[in-house]
């Protein structure tokens, strides 16, 4: 009988919990440590958004990486979230890096001078980065010493507008700059690329 979707998640759940407390254990023994019962509640808490192979991945960075200080002499969720986060920064670059690569072929085939855009509507990022980085017409035309400083910003735009879309909930959603990207990301079409 297949298994719908809250079994699955109750069984994820389950088995990241399981990770967590065979690390937590692990840890405790090698940094000699006593876990109170509350620690194990916190820690599943903080990572139950994570698949049980990444909080196992990341807890095997911390065992081989995590220096004890003063301040902090055994693991916390967020040593485990930095390896993680890490990842994802890097996954993020990488994206940005090829979406970069996508817009530069978009505009030599898809761009010209005296007609304008003449391609498929690039997704609202992709099109407010462009924009940044001088727009169609400006990286179509501009010399390779320019180009870089163009690629520069087109990243620097399309990974700050991904840093935004993951900050909404915490810039409330009354905040400006909210209402401006929600007003952007919902047009189907940026004029004057």
């Not at 890096?97 to 996508?102: I, K, M, R, S």
Request: charged residues 30%; proline residues 5%; contains cysteine.
């Amino acid at each position: 009988m297949p298994k719908n979707k809250q079994q699955e998640s109750a069984e994820t759940s389950k088995r990241r919990d399981s990770i967590v407390r065979n690390w937590l254990v692990r840890l405790a023994a090698l940094y000699n440590r006593d876990l109170a019962a509350p620690i194990f509640g916190i820690w599943f808490d903080t990572l139950k958004d994570l698949k049980p192979d990444v909080v196992g991945i990341a807890f095997n960075r911390v065992e081989k990486t995590f220096v004890p200080t003063s301040a902090c002499p055994f693991p916390t969720p967020a040593h485990v979230r930095a390896f993680i986060d890490e990842a994802n920064e890097n996954s993020k670059q990488v994206e940005a890096e090829d979406t970069w690569n996508g817009a530069l072929a978009a505009i030599e085939k898809q761009y010209h001078p005296d007609v304008g855009w003449r391609g498929p509507t690039l997704d609202w990022r992709t099109e407010h980065a462009l924009r940044a980085a001088g727009g169609a017409h400006f990286i179509s035309q501009c010399p390779g010493n320019d180009l870089v400083w163009a690629k520069k910003r087109f990243l620097e735009c399309y990974l700050r507008d991904e840093q935004l879309q993951s900050d909404f909930e915490l810039l409330g959603t009354d905040s400006e700059i909210v209402k401006t990207i929600k007003s952007i990301a919902d047009k189907k079409s940026i004029e004057n690329l």
